[in-house]
């Protein structure tokens, strides 16, 4: 069993299958997670006798680089290889002006949203990533002291892996764990609303909609998900959960942030912001503005500058508070999936 992929109460009820008293799931669960030891006979503060059963009854295989690209601008892009061989995308982004590092994490190995615009999408959805899988990629990362912040926003639905990406969460906020604080962290949805009304019952991380529309003709278009799930029953569920009624308040000090992924002549227009405002009113969020990255094998194209400042102009004249995000790592292949859809081209030893 490789212990990588339970989490500390799965640990313990292992334990205490043993006989064992539950302090030493905790005991484990610290070593691998807080200290990033993988060795069994380096767990110091465990009796010989019960490192000798770990190692005979179970294993800790933590996945792996198997490939990196460093931006000029110090993004890096990891590639790396689960227990089974699949791969999937972290990326490393500092931001040495503001002392940040913020990790993007995946949750699957592939994506079934089919969203046009993503390369992931193009891949084969493979499986989902189990906790222990999500979480590891930011304890295999070198200088992981340093990170800051999380947003789970790499390859895959984090929502379509809910049991997981709970786990995982779990596993990174806890003070024996990764130690990151809720607030630090923020999950990104195509729009899966049960699995938002549940999300923000039942954690305290930040909540992220990948909303890139206006109005539903333009996002059925380019995400599947608005079929079921259309514009209108969305910002419902968002006018819900921020209303202050709303028993778990979700509210605090940050509202939901909807992110907006510009592309050029097809949802950047200065009437396509003015219905932006209009149907984000009443919500208490910001909208995240990102320009789209250009990438194999889709139609869309980056939007000019002008057409950004003008669009962040009317959403800012209007109130709506909104930042442009500025795309790190464009020489890099930035787009997510495109190291993984890279992979599955050439050799990886080739490579690395
Ligand atoms: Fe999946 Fe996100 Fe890509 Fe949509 S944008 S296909 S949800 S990985």
């Known amino acids: ?57 179970c294993t800790l295989n933590v996945p792996k680089i198997v490939f990196e690209q460093k931006s000029t601008d110090g993004t890096i892009k990891y590639l790396i290889q689960l227990e089974d061989g699949k791969t999937v995308e972290s990326v490393w982004i500092p931001r040495e002006d503001q002392g940040r590092v913020t990790v993007c994490i995946s949750t699957q190995v592939g994506c079934r949203m089919g969203c046009t615009f993503c390369l992931t999408a193009q891949q084969k959805t493979e499986r989902n990533l189990s906790a222990g899988e999500i979480a590891a990629q930011l304890l295999l990362l070198p200088n992981r002291e340093k990170i800051t912040n999380v947003v789970v926003m790499g ?3 984090p929502f379509d892996n809910y049991d997981h990406l709970m786990g995982a969460l779990t596993t990174i906020t806890d003070q024996k764990g990764l130690s990151i604080g809720a607030s630090h962290i923020t999950v990104s949805t195509s729009g899966l609303i049960p699995a938002i009304e549940r999300f923000v019952q039942e954690s305290k ?18 995400m599947p998900i608005n079929r079921a799930y259309p514009i209108e029953k969305l910002l419902e569920c968002m006018h819900r959960i921020s209303a202050p009624s709303y028993p778990r308040k979700i509210r605090r000090n ?99």
């Open 1 to 57: 069993m490789n212990l990588l992929h339970l989490s500390r109460s799965e640990l313990k009820q292992l334990i205490s299958s043993w006989n064992e008293p539950s302090f030493r799931a905790d005991q484990i669960f610290e070593w691998i997670w807080n200290k990033g030891i993988f060795d069994f006979t380096q767990m110091s503060n465990l009796s010989k006798g019960f490192r000798e059963k770990l190692i005979a009854e």
């Open 155 to 157: 390859m895959g639905e």
């Open 205 to 222: 991380c930040k909540l992220a909609v990948s909303l890139n529309a206006p109005n539903n003709e333009i996002r059925s278009q380019i």
């Open 254 to 352: 940050f509202g939901i942030t909807f992110e907006y992924i510009l592309m050029k002549d097809f949802n950047d227009s200065p009437e396509h912001a003015l219905q932006l405002v209009k149907i984000l009113k009443g919500i208490p969020c910001k909208v995240n503005l990102l320009q789209y990255n250009e990438t194999p094998n889709t139609p869309f194209k980056r939007p000019s500058e002008e057409s950004v400042f003008e669009f962040q102009k009317i959403l800012r004249r209007h109130g709506l508070l909104n930042f442009l995000r500025r795309s790190r790592g464009r020489d890099i292949s930035a787009a997510c999936g495109q190291l993984a859809s890279l992979n599955k081209r050439q050799s990886i030893g080739a490579q690395a």
